[in-house]
């Protein structure tokens, strides 16, 4: 049995403990698990014996090749963060995400239980208008989300110490920004020196045009979520829900260009990667496309403000995957969950050059027709 736990049993007694545990009647033989899928770090299953339909996730005791290990803080920030995310987000647009959630994390047993959103509509069939409707309803809730203020303090990826949940950085955001850019600043210049060719000169420029006007003074930390992928979007229908957050206390427009290039270039270039390769991303690239689109539309909505501090902020993204994998290619060799997460260094290798030849044709279109 892969899931998390010390005990030794069946996965159908695990599944039992917890129903047990929230007072829902058990299942009496393996033919009564309706397994809904499986991520990088969980088991889900529907549970249809309540009023409501629900999900109860197991975790795992193997991810990315390796042995998790419990680590009550580490459960406790991902289920506390996930509890507080999808309250935060249904404030901001109602039933976007699971209405209900609840957790229980000890060594013999850890799960989550939550509302089920229903089955999504496969990238592979979903036409361009609906990719492109989903992708703007998306938009429109990453916008109404900036408008409400952090249930949490701090700033970055959530920690659980003491019995509480904050960012994990206590910095002011304005003394935050600076810096964040300044390292940007750094990365692109190691890509400007290094052996690969692209239009440099371009580049730079762009850097100088672009850099500079990084939102900082207007920006203030929002709680949002990192965690887009399609996998973790259910697309129903006749809307979009989002489940298995990754929360982080940040600015909008880093997170909102964060789903800009993952929809326009990380998932369309890292088809190839075990982590990925189920997904089959390459197949779907006019859909991911359109849903970057959407979204593009309804955050920005009118703002030439938005408009140029997401370009911004796209822009600084590719410096930072291109970055990345600049590094990579400079180890001797490739951890196992690199590999998993990134691929072989000859695919790292093809990637930097597909991401270093978008750099250096980086559209300044938007840019021109404001002005
Ligand atoms: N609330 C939910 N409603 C509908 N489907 C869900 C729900 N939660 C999980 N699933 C399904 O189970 C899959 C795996 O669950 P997920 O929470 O994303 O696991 P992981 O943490 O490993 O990524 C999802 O991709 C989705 O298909
Ligand atoms: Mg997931």
Redesign the pocket.
């Known amino acids: 049995m892969n899931i998390l736990t010390n005990t030794v049993g069946t996965e159908l007694e695990q599944i039992n403990k917890a129903l047990d545990m929230e007072g829902l009647p058990q299942l009496k033989t393996v033919s009564e698990i309706t397994s ?9 299953y ?1 549970v249809n014996s309540s009023a409501e339909p ?2 109860l ?1 197991l ?2 005791k193997i ?1 990315y090749d390796k042995e998790v290990g419990f680590n009550y803080d580490e459960l406790m920030s991902d289920y506390a963060g996930t509890h507080a995310y999808y309250q935060h987000a249904n404030k901001a647009k109602e039933g976007i995400c ?1 209405k209900y959630f609840t957790f229980f994390v000890s060594e013999e047993l850890t799960y ?1 239980i ?7 509509v496969g990238l592979g069939v979903q036409t361009n208008d609906q990719s492109r409707r989903y992708g703007i309803e998306l938009g429109e809730f990453f916008s109404a989300i900036e408008k409400l203020e952090s249930p949490l303090s701090g700033l970055g990826y959530l920690k659980w110490s003491n019995g509480c949940l904050s960012g994990e950085l206590d910095m002011d955001i304005h003394s935050f920004i600076p810096q964040e850019t300044e390292e940007y600043s750094e990365e692109l210049e190691t890509l400007l020196e290094s052996d690969y060719e692209f239009d440099k000169k371009r580049v730079r420029h762009l850097g100088d045009e672009l850099i500079p006007k990084r939102s900082n003074e207007e920006e203030r930390l929002i709680f949002t979520n990192q ?1 887009t992928s399609p ?2 979007m ?1 697309f129903t229908q006749d809307r979009i ?1 989002i ?2 957050p990754y929360p982080i206390i940040y600015t909008g427009p880093s997170l909102a260009a964060n789903l800009v290039f993952n929809y326009q270039t990380t998932f369309p270039t890292f088809y190839n990667t075990k982590r990925y390769e189920k997904q089959r991303y390459n197949r779907h690239i006019e859909q991911l496309k359109k849903i970057a689109d959407g979204f593009i539309e309804g955050y920005v909505q009118d703002s030439v403000e938005k408009r140029d501090s997401l370009q911004v902020e796209v822009f600084l993204k590719h410096v930072t995957m291109a970055y990345t994998h600049l590094q990579l290619l400079k180890k001797d060799t490739l951890n196992r969950e690199q590999e998993i997460r990134y691929g072989l260094k000859s695919q790292i290798e093809n990637r930097l050059e597909i991401l270093i030849e978008r750099l250096g044709k980086f559209p300044l279109e938007h840019k021109k027709a404001a002005e």
């Open positions: 809904l899928g499986e991520g990088a770090w969980h088991y889900a529907l629900l999900v996730r975790p795992k991810a699971p989550t939550e509302s089920y959103v229903g089955t999504s965690d996998e973790n259910i829900h489940i298995d």
